[in-house]
């Protein structure tokens, strides 16, 4: 008996680490209901948009930070800081801004690649496991960032968990863009 209640007073810490981003992901959907761009001042670190606006960004930053207890703002800020010239010049800013940088997919790609984050992109469902980080291109040229999910589609493709533009959602459209970068979390 008592180990029953070991083990269910210590489940959610048993819980892998992709499942706990899933989790924390989904707790968005329905609560994260706009997609709202506007560049935002925020405190730092621990800083964020009202809950219920936000971009794909946004549901990846939520997720990480509920989950794990990784700000990407402070980590993404202090990894610029101190190698601002392997980060993206997409915006021709010439130093970190701590409030936008974070929320950026092309700054986010950077920095899972220089954590040994990346993973190899491929269009087999099997390869993407719960809690991974996807990228791809909307058409004609946005970037994008996904989670996937521990849910899949009847055709065994996993769904993603994003926010396209009419709030966080679970979907089925890990392939329906061109995948451009495939990442799982590494403290």
Not at 40 to 62: F, L, Q, S, W
């Amino acid at each position: 008996m008592r180990f029953l209640i070991f083990a269910i007073l210590t489940l959610p810490s048993l819980a892998g680490t992709g499942e706990r981003i899933v989790t924390a992901a989904r707790s968005q959907i329905g609560v994260t209901t706009r997609y709202d761009p506007a560049y935002a001042a925020m405190k730092y670190p621990g800083g964020d948009v009202e809950m219920d606006r936000g971009v794909c960004t946004d549901v990846v930053i939520r997720a990480l930070r509920e989950a794990l207890d990784a700000d990407l703002q402070r980590l993404v800020h202090e990894d610029m800081r101190a190698n601002f010239s392997k980060y993206p010049k997409n915006w021709g800013l010439s130093r970190t801004d701590r409030n936008i940088d974070h929320r950026r997919v092309p700054n986010l790609k950077t920095f899972f690649k220089r954590r040994g984050m990346t993973l190899p992109v491929s269009k087999k469902a099997g390869d993407y496991r719960p809690g991974d980080l996807v990228t791809c291109t909307v058409p004609p040229h946005l970037p994008h960032i996904m989670i996937v999910s521990n849910q899949k589609a009847g055709d065994g493709t996993p769904l993603v968990i994003h926010n396209i533009g009419r709030g966080t959602r679970e979907e089925n459209r890990l392939f329906e863009f061109k995948l451009t970068g495939h990442y799982r979390w590494k403290d």
